[in-house]
T-cell receptor, first 110, second 109 residues
Framework: DSGVTQTPKHLITATGQRVTLRCSPRSGDLSVYWYQQSLDQGLQFLIQYYNGEERAKGNILERFSAQQFPDLHSELNLSSLELGDSALYFC?????????FGPGTRLLVL | EDQVTQSPEALRLQEGESSSLNCSYTVSGLRGLFWYRQDPGKGPEFLFTLYSAGEEKEKERLKATLTKKESFLHITAPKPEDSATYLCAVQSGNTPLVFGKGTRLSVIA
């Protein structure tokens, strides 16, 4: 158990819909990262927050957004969903350079 | 641009048959090289961080080594429970981690 929690575990929705994924980091970690993992793409970095502020951005679509709240939990919002957004979404947290990953949310867009 | 290439893509071993996984990388200035283990449908599990060429770290049947261009994950006398995908990632400066596509290891009893 990494100490990082993610909800929900599974999400099934329809194209065009909007969903919110939630992540609670390890106790004391200020950085939260979001990744997308699909079968053919491997782990792709989306975005990083540090103590409430956006720190780095990767290949995150404009339809996706994230935020980190004062209690350090983070949410990833995915809107206007497309079939290709079906993937595993992971959150990770770190206190130094080592990132610890949560169990992931499996999103299926039908 | 940082790049990571892992080989082989897949590896099938008999129980007890030792082998090595390779991670070749290109970075402007290595801050750290990371190995993770990932079971199907689960989150990556942290194994090792290596910082400089010549460094080695061990954990049970796994040993990670680092040179200026590549890292190896040596698996000694593997067991079926070592079956997983092994991911390598690099970080340079304050940039995000860049992951390789992984090596899918199967250990057959």
């Amino acid at each position: 158990d990494s100490g990082v929690t993610q909800t929900p575990k599974h999400l099934i929705t329809a194209t065009g819909q909007r969903v919110t994924l939630r992540c609670s980091p390890r106790s004391g970690d200020l950085s939260v990262y979001w990744y997308q993992q699909s079968l053919d793409q491997g782990l792709q970095f989306l975005i990083q927050y540090y103590n409430g502020e956006e720190r780095a951005k990767g290949n995150i679509l404009e339809r996706f957004s994230a935020q980190q709240f004062p209690d350090l939990h983070s949410e990833l919002n995915l809107s206007s969903l497309e079939l290709g957004d079906s993937a595993l979404y992971f959150c990770a947290s770190s206190g130094d350079e080592t990132q610890y990953f949560g169990p992931g949310t499996r999103l299926l867009v039908l | 641009e940082d790049q990571v290439t892992q080989s082989p893509e897949a590896l099938r071993l008999q129980e007890g048959e030792s082998s090595s996984l390779n991670c070749s990388y290109t970075v402007s200035g290595l801050r750290g090289l990371f190995w993770y283990r990932q079971d199907p449908g689960k989150g990556p599990e942290f194994l090792f961080t290596l910082y400089s060429a010549g460094e080695e770290k061990e954990k049970e049947r796994l040993k990670a080594t680092l040179t200026k261009k590549e890292s190896f994950l040596h698996i000694t006398a593997p067991k079926p429970e070592d079956s997983a995908t092994y991911l390598c990632a690099v970080q340079s400066g304050n940039t995000p981690l860049v992951f390789g596509k992984g090596t899918r290891l199967s250990v057959i009893a």
